[in-house]
């Protein structure tokens, strides 16, 4: 059966009709409306959507069931809101019999007769809360990364422009309030000469889909024009654009600089060390004292006689070079300095294989790492 609503002499009433509307059993609501938004016809996926009973919507103008958010004014025209769904179809929340929302993705086409138009409502509530989970999660994630100084970027391959967090924008000295935005490969501009052409490698690596995940090191220039360094991570998302471009990557900025100045200084302080140990004729070894293994340094080789090279010695190889008149007194004094955790300075002989004998300097402290382990770290001289 159809359902039409008319009004004449000023009163609404229900006929009923032994033709069917074409869309009475369409899954989605559909609705013919007349000048104005009256409804006409509705078939029954509107009606239960809303909750309402047909003469509960006789006649009735559609704007009048929209939504009002609490507080919120009454739209002026909401006949004028719903009719630029002639242009694209729009999200637009209904107002349910009970009072509560109901999103729908509304279109709207005209029929052929004079000031009648035929809309579609395809109901897309559980749609939208999929949204809001994902945006309560994006912004707990967002929060997150911003307390850690990690800076956000995404790119929209549609658009092909690039956006970026707050804390990306803090990280260069570029202000939060600022519509910072790039358009295709112009971010390299601000990237150190030396770097732009590998970062470019990667980002059209990525374009291409070669890469779906890329992860390097670069320097940028801040804003106050000192160099930066950046550890970069990205990921491909989605599909892919009509001309190949990634639908979406999405990735984070962490400013490494401090990492960066500090293995600078290792690696000059390092080399410094490395030159006045080969000057000086010093070898350095570091034993564990919980497997009894130990490291010996290449010049700590050479001064007990093996070869030139940095190398793991199993236990008990120090022990076996000491002069057999030495080596009680000697492994004494060690055991002692252990007990007492202050290390030991002592004067030795070894015989190396060659039957040569060597006087032996060393001079030991006992050191922590991280874990706590406990290591004999000395240097011996001749």
């Known amino acids: 059966m159809r359902t039409t609503y008319a009004r004449e ?12 509307w074409p869309f009475e059993a369409a899954s989605f609501g559909v609705l013919k409306l007349a000048e104005g938004g009256r409804i006409v016809e509705a078939n029954s996926a509107f009606r239960n959507m809303l909750g309402h009973e047909p003469a509960d919507i006789e006649v009735r103008a559609l704007g009048s069931l929209l939504y009002r958010e609490p507080g919120a ?11 630029a769904s002639l242009d694209a179809p729009a999200e ?30 395809i109901p897309i ?19 997150a990364l911003d307390a850690a100084n990690q800076g956000i970027w995404n790119y929209d391959g549609v658009k092909d422009v690039w956006t970026f967090s707050a804390a990306w924008k803090r990280m ?8 910072y935005v790039a358009q295709g490969f ?14 470019k490698d990667y980002s059209e690596r990525q374009y291409s889909g070669e890469l779906e995940e890329v992860a390097f090191q670069y320097r940028e220039k801040h804003r106050d024009g000192h160099w930066m360094w950046i550890l970069a ?99 004494t004094k060690c055991q002692e300095g252990l007990a007492t955790e202050r290390g030991f300075a002592i004067d030795y002989r070894v015989i190396l294989d060659s039957g040569e004998i060597r006087h032996i300097r060393c001079r030991s402290a006992l050191v922590k790492d991280a874990t706590a382990k406990k290591n004999l770290s000395a240097s011996i001289g001749m």
């Open 186 to 199: 112009d971010w390299l501009e601000t990237i150190h000469p030396d770097d732009r052409a590998m970062v």
């Open 92 to 121: 637009i929340k209904f107002r349910h019999k009970s009072g509560a929302p109901k999103w729908a993705l509304f279109s709207l086409s005209t029929t052929g007769e004079a000031g009648c138009h035929l809309a579609i409502l």
């Open 73 to 83: 004014p009454a739209r002026t025209d909401p006949w004028g809101y719903l009719l």
């Open 233 to 331: 991570r990205g990921r491909a998302l989605g599909g892919r654009t009509a001309d190949g471009r990634p639908l979406r990557i999405v990735g984070t900025d962490t400013d490494i600089t401090d990492i960066k100045i500090k293995e600078h200084d290792f690696e000059t302080i390092s080399r410094r060390l490395e030159l006045a140990l080969a000057t000086s004729r010093v070898g350095v070894w570091e034993a564990d004292l919980r497997t009894g293994a130990a490291f010996w340094d290449a010049r700590t080789n050479q001064l007990f006689g093996r070869d030139d090279v940095a190398v793991t010695v199993p236990p008990g190889t120090w022990e076996n070079l000491l002069h057999p008149e030495d080596r009680l007194a000697i492994v």
């Open 9 to 20: 002499g000023g009163r609404a009433e229900t006929a009923a009709s032994s033709s069917v």
């Open 125 to 143: 509530d559980e749609q939208k809360r999929r949204e809001a989970a994902a945006a309560r999660d994006l912004e707990h994630l967002s929060f």
């Open 172 to 179: 260069r000295g570029i202000s939060s309030r600022e519509n």
